[in-house]
């Protein structure tokens, strides 16, 4: 079946700091990934659609210079918490559709990043 | 907007009990409905996807049900074992290829 990674698995930084987050799709091409949020007994939110070669679409209240995403391959897309805060602390995973089988297809998620700033 | 409702929030059964999570969703025209499990910390794990035109999937002791113009899903686990806690997410998709609105969830607990 389709795997997405997403790396790392964990990460604690200091306030003000920028922490990379990669999302890749192991065994297909993704020409679409999307980004979610999850905080503490809350539902995942959408932050934003990440397309190969062109810029993301940001949810309503999602800072878009404070998430820069970049998705430079169809495998591969990045989210970058610039200056991070303790209120970014939170669950991020990624998703990914597989360009193979167009619309009719499942999203498959990574595993989730959980990030601390301290 | 579309907006997706889970009850209830929290569910505790003795193993082997079968039970029923539900799903309500405020815009009836999607194009699928997903049910996925997640662990606590984890990622979320796909469990069934009802495309808009079918009524129900089925897989081992799960079964969805999608009755899409009421703007309901039901997930039936039968027999349900220890190994079924998890959180339980209910999520949408209103067009083909766009992304999921998620529901709260519903956190099982099944005591052996």
């Known amino acids: 079946g389709a795997v997405v990674s997403q790396h790392p698995s964990r990460v604690i930084c200091k306030s003000g700091t920028s922490v990379k987050i990669e999302c890749r799709s192991l065994d297909f091409q993704a020409t679409t990934m999307f980004w979610y949020r999850q905080f503490p007994k809350q539902s995942l939110m959408l932050m934003a659609t990440s397309n190969e070669g062109s810029k993301a679409t940001y949810e309503q209240g999602v800072e878009k210079d404070k998430f820069l995403i970049n998705h430079a391959s169809l495998t591969l897309s990045t989210l970058t918490v610039t200056s991070a805060h303790p209120e970014d602390s939170s669950f991020y995973i990624c998703?990914?559709?597989?360009?193979?089988?167009?619309?009719?297809?499942?999203?498959?998620f990574g595993p989730g990043t959980r990030l601390l700033v301290l | 907007k579309q907006e997706v409702t889970q009850i209830p929030a929290a569910l505790s059964v003795p193993e082997g009990e079968n039970l029923v999570l539900n799903c309500s969703f405020t815009d009836s025209a999607i194009y699928n409905l997903q049910w996925f499990r997640q662990d606590p910390g984890k990622g979320l794990t796909s469990l069934l996807l009802i495309q808009s035109s079918q009524r129900e999937q089925t897989s081992g002791r799960l079964n969805a049900s999608l009755d899409k113009s009421s703007g309901r899903s039901t997930l039936y686990i039968a027999a349900s074992q220890p190994g079924d806690s998890a959180t339980y997410l209910c999520a949408v998709s209103n067009q083909a290829g766009t992304a999921l609105i998620f529901g709260k969830g519903t956190t099982l607990s099944v005591s052996s």
């Open positions: 998703s990914a559709r597989d360009l193979a089988r167009g619309l009719q297809e499942t999203q498959y």
